[in-house]
């Protein structure tokens, strides 16, 4: 099993989580040099490292995904991303903070991906995207008709992107700019927009009495 399979295994999170977490905040020159060692291919400093930041990784991932199975695609997908920028990692933010910002951009690439495949098969053969549909999500939004998850997967995609990065993963206009490869105002237009129109399908809703 590779080490970054091995890091996805639940047991392993659940034997250490208190280590990990003690690592995931570190930021002094042991910490940082088991996380180079890690990028120069050492397996046990990678299932180390991997192990350290899981819980974040599956955190941006759910955060940005619209279903579980992606979710898990994507965090598997931003764990191996990870092992790769440890040998740039300079120590400047704890292990957490860079680890995050790795996983984000992770996911973020993954979902293009994904969604470039998908726009390519419904372009050759549209009954190909008929794949069963999962369980839903865990409701995000106990307060409203439906659940926040269901609103944001009714907006576009670079609406509900921006709106997960501010307010779920509490990035900053500029940082999302980056991250989404977009201008700070063009951030702000997405920002603005989906929170309109996520406004109005909640009133609609509430007045409507949440049918569809």
């Known amino acids: 099993m590779s080490s970054s399979a091995q890091a996805l295994d ?4 659940a034997r250490s989580r208190e280590q990990a977490e003690k690592i995931a905040s570190g930021r002094d020159e042991l ?3 088991r996380v180079r060692a890690a990028g120069a291919g050492d397996r046990r400093a990678q299932r180390w490292l991997a192990e350290a930041v899981l819980a974040d990784v599956r955190t941006v991932a759910r955060s940005l995904s619209r279903c579980s199975v992606e979710a898990d695609d994507a965090a598997q997908f931003a764990i191996i991303q990870v092992l790769a920028a440890a040998a740039r990692f300079e120590g400047r933010s704890s292990v957490r903070h860079w680890a995050r910002r790795v996983a984000t951009l992770a996911v973020l690439k993954h979902q293009r991906r ?9 372009a050759l053969e549209p009954t190909l995207l008929e794949p069963p549909r999962g369980a839903s999500a865990p409701s995000l939004g106990e307060a409203l008709p439906r659940s926040l998850r269901e609103y944001l997967a009714e907006l576009p995609q670079e609406q509900a992107e921006v709106l997960i ?6 990035h900053s206009v500029p940082e999302i700019a980056e991250l989404t490869d977009s201008s700070p105002n063009t951030v702000k237009s997405r920002l603005r927009l989906g929170t309109k129109e996520l406004r109005r399908r909640v009133r609609q809703d509430t007045f409507t009495g949440g049918s569809r």
């Not at 994904?114 to 419904?122: F, G, I, L, N, T």
């Open 114 to 122: 994904v969604r470039s495949r998908q726009a390519r098969e419904q």
């Open 10 to 13: 639940p047991d392993l999170s």
């Open 165 to 170: 990065l501010k307010h779920a993963l509490g």
């Open 31 to 33: 910490t940082l040099a």
